[in-house]
């Protein structure tokens, strides 16, 4: 069986899962995308918090005085979750998993899973990383990828379609993936469906392969699904960050601290990648429906674009940031916000279902512009503002448009994926 590329390639489509860029410090091989911004990066020490730049850049104390993420529940698909780190103690919920996909789910053996479950839910207590919903709970699963070597754990590690149906079949609400794959799976496919048809908002990380092959994989690259790239703390796309059709939405995902491995003694600083992005992205959106719990999934993506920050039009898009940078602070603060119908598809240009009026964004060449839907792909997820302005379509980082465009240069905007097909 082979796919084609969008850009009309041919290329075998072969058992496995093809392996991201990953930290040294992680020791893996495979899938999960979290890559070193130094050459060594250093132990944190315990002000590991002064390091998270994006709480203050996205206002998080203002935001938590109108949610925390109460009520929500966040699936967190990876390498596992360790439940007894300070900053994650009472806040996963290793009961919920299923027996049939719950191997060694609170056990992360590269502390992947676990810095990202912080991100999203973590208390802080005990100089731990400051999750930007404190309030949310984590339901862990562990899913079978190239980094899982061991023959015993590869023969008991749920599959990646396993996992997402189990979390689609649970209570929670928002599906984080910040892992990566170049083939086109059909069970994994058929699951994500299943998911967005029991209402879950997913998001997955693009990848951190731009500077050599750029092929943004899946579930990314799914349909249903919101991929998500990364900026720093200047508003800049990280070079690692892959770009392209697939591209939602951006958010923070470089130069911040992560756990160093599976020992849990210490935070490493200056790491970078789209997981990063991916789960702040996640728990933007637990932000949103805690503070409007009665919305579906359509409505709380469809704000999250809305207000996502772009020094471009409303309804355009870029190859880079997708439709900008969430800003869930800009839906919080708005009490009269309009989050459209319950059913529609805020995606559904990109997503095959419809036509939205999305126009290609400007550009001092179209060569890269195309019209078409997603047969089998997916979109990307938010990044923060840390701008004071009302105006929540139009305001990014200021820096942001700049650093972006000189980052676009001739011509990086695109409006829709284009297909891909097995």
């Not at 439940?83 to 049939?100: F, H, I, N, R």
């Not at 839910?121 to 400051?130: F, K, S, V």
């Not at 949103?288 to 993506?301: E, K």
């Not at 800009?330 to 990109?350: K, Q, R, T, W, Y």
Request: proline letters at 4%.
């Amino acid at each position: 069986m082979t796919e084609t590329s969008p850009r009309g390639r041919l290329t075998a489509v072969v058992a496995g899962r093809a392996g991201r860029r990953v930290s040294a410090l992680c020791a893996t091989l495979g899938a999960f995308a979290i890559v070193s911004s130094g050459l060594a990066p250093s132990a944190v020490a315990a002000d590991v918090q002064s390091k998270q730049w994006y709480l203050d850049a996205m206002d998080a104390e203002g935001m938590w005085k109108i949610s925390t993420g109460k009520g929500v529940k966040v699936a967190v698909l990876d390498t596992g979750v360790n439940p007894d780190t300070p900053s994650l103690k009472g806040q996963v919920l290793g009961d919920e998993v299923p027996k049939a996909v719950s191997y060694n789910a609170t056990k992360d053996y590269i502390g992947h899973g676990t810095t990202l479950a912080e991100m999203i839910a973590g208390t802080g207590a005990g100089g731990g990383l400051q999750g930007l919903a404190p309030d949310a709970k984590i339901i862990p699963y562990r899913v079978l990828t190239d980094d899982v070597k061991n023959a015993v754990d590869k023969k008991k590690t749920p599959a990646v379609a396993d996992a997402i149906k189990a979390a689609a079949d649970s209570d929670a609400q928002i599906i984080s993936m910040s892992f990566g794959s170049s083939i086109i799976d059909p069970d994994e496919e058929k699951a994500v469906k299943y998911a967005q048809s029991k209402g879950k908002l997913m998001f997955a990380s693009t990848g951190n392969d731009a500077q050599t092959k750029n092929f943004i994989g899946y579930p990314a690259a799914y349909p249903y699904v919101v991929g998500v790239a990364a900026a720093d703390e200047k508003g800049k796309v990280g070079d690692f960050s892959e770009h392209g059709n697939y591209v939602d939405l951006g958010a923070p995902g470089l130069n911040l601290p992560v756990w160093c491995d599976a020992t849990f003694r210490s935070y490493c600083d200056g790491i970078e990648g789209t997981s990063l992005a991916t789960a702040i992205a996640s728990a933007s959106a637990a932000l949103v429906w805690s503070a409007h719990p009665n919305w579906t999934a359509n409505q709380v993506l469809r704000t999250l674009i809305d207000t996502a920050g772009r020094t471009w039009k409303k309804g355009e898009r870029s190859n880079y940031l997708g439709y900008g940078a969430v800003r869930p602070r800009m839906v919080l603060e708005n009490s009269s916000i309009d989050p459209g119908s319950a059913s529609a598809d805020p995606l559904s240009f990109e997503n095959g279902t419809g036509v939205t009026g999305v126009t290609a964004a400007p550009s001092s060449s179209a060569s890269d512009s195309s019209q078409g839907s997603k047969d089998t792909s997916g979109g990307a997820t938010s990044a923060a503002s840390n701008s004071n302005s009302s105006d929540d379509n139009t305001q990014l980082y200021v820096i942001l448009g700049a650093a972006l465009a000189v980052a676009i240069g001739g011509g990086a905007f695109a409006v829709a994926r284009k297909r891909r097909t097995t």
